[in-house]
T-cell receptor
Framework: GAVVSQHPSRVICKSGTSVKIECRSL??????MFWYRQFPKQSLMLMAT?????????EQGVEKDKFLINHASLTLSTLTVTSAHPEDSSFYIC????????????FGEGSWLTVV | QKEVEQDPGPLSVPEGAIVSLNCTYS??????FMWYRQYSRKGPELLMY????GNKEDGRFTAQVDKSSKYISLFIRDSQPSDSATYLC???????????FGSGTQLTVLP
């Protein structure tokens, strides 16, 4: 079963509004979570690394003021797309590293964002 | 040159065929190798995880790593239409680093 849960799976918002996407590790604690963006028929593009209790590390070209990441607990990271525009419409996916025998990266189900 | 190269396909095979998916990489520091399956409009699902050269088998799937040639493969035996998806290879240098992905291979298994 899923070990990383993402919510909502699909969201439509109006231009200029903000939308929050949640990523939860279900049965393990994740000090590090990753946020990706994926365009149709393309691979995943890493946006930022979310660290529990500290600021996120953003990849080059990703606006940190537009894509706000908060990792307030060991099981929850959130991505807030602020002042959304139609070009922000995309598939956003989070991942988290498991622990112990499952020390590899598991992905959430993804969130489809459509900005109208 | 990309760190990880993967043929994007698309690849179409008849049901029951053996499928071979491959990735090459340039950075010898990669230690851990993964294959993910991604269905349309879904997040990637971990299929195989290996950290040494050789073969690892799980059901109809076999992952092969050749570190000397910097080449990894995923074989799917007795392929099924439900295997139709995009397959992503991924690798990392250590537990503190994020994954480096191939571009993904789109596979269609025809009934």
């Amino acid at each position: 079963g899923a070990v990383v849960s993402q919510h909502p799976s699909r969201v439509i918002c109006k231009s200029g509004t903000s939308v929050k996407i949640e990523c939860r590790s279900l049965d393990f604690q994740a000090t590090t979570m990753f946020w990706y963006r994926q365009f149709p028929k393309q691979s995943l593009m890493l946006m930022a690394t979310s660290n529990e209790g500290s600021k996120a590390t953003y990849e080059q070209g990703v606006e940190k003021d537009k894509f706000l990441i908060n990792h307030a607990s060991l099981t929850l990271s959130t991505l807030t797309v602020t002042s959304a525009h139609p070009e922000d419409s995309s598939f956003y996916i989070c991942s988290a590293r498991g622990q112990g025998a499952r020390n590899t990266i598991y992905f959430g189900e993804g969130s489809w964002l459509t900005v109208v | 040159q990309k760190e990880v190269e993967q043929d994007p396909g698309p690849l179409s095979v008849p049901e029951g065929a053996i499928v071979s998916l491959n990735c090459t990489y340039s950075n010898s520091a990669f230690q851990y190798f993964m294959w993910y399956r991604q269905y349309s409009r879904k997040g990637p699902e971990l299929l195989m995880y290996t950290y040494s050269s050789g073969n690892k088998e799980d059901g109809r799937f076999t992952a092969q790593v050749d570190k000397s040639s910097k080449y990894i493969s995923l074989f799917i035996r007795d392929s099924q239409p439900s295997d139709s998806a995009t397959y992503l290879c991924a690798m990392e240098m250590g537990s503190a680093r994020q994954l480096t992905f191939g571009s993904g291979t789109q596979l269609t298994v025809l009934p």
